[in-house]
């Protein structure tokens, strides 16, 4: 009965994408355009916090980001133009088409000449659809390991499409080789300068830079790292390494115990750590 009904059959399938995939993109009577999204469905959150929680927090995710954070897309970027209607904002389609790993929001908004204050807005809807995540730019200083939600035995899907994506590249023909480059603390330039084929290319002397030959070599050996980078990034698989830096006073005692009153005052409820575990799904880190 239900497959007699077009609307019927639509309204089914509505359902059912909504239950797997947590969205839906759907035209009825090739017509009525109908996008709707269920967050904590469609974005894959490791943290124990109520589903309205979940979609407050992602639904006001512009109100945490910061102008040297970084956007990088979760799918490919022809995919989310061709995903787009017609009708779409031209702003949104200009800052897709001008997103790089390595602009921070600040630089984006400077490239492209778009308020910093639309960039966030669009950067947060691209958050609430699960089309992009927030990183640091990446730079050569930039220190990345394995990420300790990354479930690696499981992971074997990702292992057929990262030996897809990155078969005809410089990079490891396997995730395995890939992830084990990233055990170790170091940083992405030194993570370019150590391969073997390409460590006498790194090193900038004179013998680089009269030789363009050379210096085009270099170039696109760490462009295709950086996108090897990206990918794992993408798929959760690497987390970056940060260093804080605390500033410590020498206080006489009566102030120093007034000091540790000020920080016990302060310091993050243990009931809202879960909290944080969701922000830094959408930002590096909640300041």
């Known amino acids: ?37 269920l967050p904590h469905r469609s974005v894959p959150i490791n943290c124990p916090l ?16 910061k102008p040297y954070y970084s956007l990088l897309l979760v799918i490919d970027p022809s995919a989310l133009l061709s995903s787009l209607l017609t009708d779409s904002s031209s702003t949104l389609n200009t800052l897709i088409r001008h997103l790089r790993s390595s602009y921070s929001l600040s630089r984006l908004s400077i490239e492209t000449s778009i308020l910093l204050s639309q960039i966030y807005h669009l950067t947060g ?15 050569d200083d930039n220190i990345y390991i394995i990420s300790p939600d990354a479930n690696i035995p499981k992971q074997g899907s990702l292992s057929k499409m990262y030996k897809e994506t990155f078969q005809n590249t410089s990079n490891h023909s396997t995730l395995q080789e890939a992830l084990a480059e990233y055990s170790d603390a170091i940083t992405f330039y030194d993570h370019i300068s150590r391969n073997d084929n390409e460590t006498d290319l790194i090193k900038f002397s004179i013998n680089y830079i009269s ?56 310091r993050l409820p243990r009931p809202r750590a879960p909290l944080v575990r969701l922000f830094s799904e959408l930002t590096p880190f909640r300041e």
């Open 125 to 139: 809807h691209l958050l609430f659809w699960d089309r992009a995540k927030i990183i640091y730019p990446i730079h």
């Open 50 to 65: 109520d589903i309205d929680r979940v979609v407050h927090v992602l639904s006001n995710a512009e109100q945490y980001l």
């Open 211 to 266: 030789n363009p030959k050379k210096k085009k070599n270099i170039l696109f050996f760490k462009r295709e790292r950086l996108q090897c980078v990206e990918w794992l990034l993408r798929h959760r698989l690497l987390i970056q390494v940060h260093y804080y830096y605390y500033y410590y006073l020498r206080l006489p005692n009566d102030d120093r115990n007034d000091l540790k009153d000020e920080y016990k005052r302060t």
């Open 1 to 37: 009965m239900v497959e007699q009904s077009v609307l019927t059959v639509t309204l089914k399938q509505i359902y059912i994408d909504l239950q797997v995939y947590g969205e839906i993109n759907i035209t009825i009577n090739n017509w009525l355009n109908v996008s709707y999204c």
